[in-house]
């Protein structure tokens, strides 16, 4: 079996998506909010999985979401309580995602006080590119980007996550454990904004070549 | 294999537990919490299941957590745009579970308009018991109960539910598939309140005859 597919089958076995907020400083700014001194961490149901060639749909009411591209870390084996020095060992690949938000909802959750589990929680609302592995550890800097309708909206460099990937494996392994095909969404650097039905979004890693493709549709009824 | 064994294999091959906040009114107002219009949902990872004889685990530096006594409807089938008509058929049995929470990360979450998932997610937080299974539909009123070293504390019953559980599963499977073996946690009733270590926390329901002991340990280095 390829890589490719054996990273599919272990994403699809996963049990949780991992998100990190506000992990880029320009990102937290943009957003009005402050730079965290831990981690933000938040739950995605791997059901919000979408990959090629499906569309990413909004659902209505709403008209339009929120792209967030983010580098996705998946979890090789069991992980519980690793220490930062070790954590490489427990990643098996990576993705290129999209941590779709319907920002108006997580607005009115951030001033009801409440989760914002709706926002990010709809089916679809987790696109991810083909699985890839990178051969040494630590790994170089991955620059990506996102574009709507062709038009550049995103350039980031996980160079510049707050907190590196061994440190939010440990963070997080220290507070519930991470199984094999877990995800973890290392945050979004600076430029996020909507789409609407009609548009499509493409994101790229530069090396390894990584390039996804997602319509964007309203949700059928 | 019986059905306990059965459902004990479904919830371990699920991938999310969607939790509902505030499903009862005398809770909401004891957190000093609005009456929601539309279910507050949140969501805990299956990493936070812990079953009898293993304890809860407070970690350091927390000294307490509070308990929440719910019902947990555990899914036997992929779910998505389920009309309420239709949602027991979706229903495969369940468990009585506690939503373990860290009132304390809970609250300063709350302040900073920040999710709820690291003070719902540590590893032995969602403690439930054996799976059971009901025949008729709609069920039974469930009447449950909860007992902190022998001292009742939480009295309720299914029936004073805010939001009913098949409204619960149409309006979580219009946001997010649900599939085989997840978990919908259908809220607590008043008397929320802590544990410490050394403590037990005992729980039950009347009939069916179901009953769990979870021991409260700090959570080991
Ligand atoms: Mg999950
Ligand atoms: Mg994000
Ligand atoms: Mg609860």
Redesign the pocket.
């Known amino acids: 079996m390829s890589a490719e597919l054996l990273g599919r089958k272990l994403i699809d076995c996963g049990t949780k998506i991992v998100?990190v907020?506000r992990n880029y400083a320009a990102h937290a700014k943009e957003l009005g909010s402050a730079i965290p001194k831990e981690p933000v961490l938040f739950l995605k149901p791997t059901s919000s999985y979408v990959r090629e060639p499906d569309p990413i749909e909004i659902p209505k009411p709403i008209t339009e979401v929120d792209y967030?591209a983010?580098i996705g870390v998946v979890i090789g084996r069991r992980a519980k309580d690793v220490f930062e020095e070790e954590a490489w060992n427990y990643v098996r690949g990576y993705v290129l995602a999209l941590?779709m938000?319907a920002r108006s909802l997580q607005n009115v959750a951030k001033e009801k006080r409440l989760p914002w589990t709706v926002s990010k929680g709809y089916d679809t609302f987790t696109p991810i590119s083909k699985f890839f592995q990178l051969k040494k550890t630590p790994i170089p800097p991955l620059s990506f980007w996102l574009k709507v309708d062709g038009q550049t909206k995103q350039k980031g460099c996980t160079s510049d996550m707050i907190f590196s990937i061994p440190f939010l494996i440990h963070y997080i392994s220290g507070i519930m454990t991470l199984n094999e095909g877990d995800m973890i969404?290392t945050?979004?650097p600076h430029g996020v904004g909507p789409v609407k039905a009609g548009q499509t979004i493409t994101a790229g890693i530069a090396s390894p070549a990584v390039q996804m493709t997602f319509p964007v549709i309203t949700r059928p009824d």
Chains 1, 2 share one sequence.
């Open positions: 998100a907020g967030e983010e941590d938000t969404l945050g979004t």
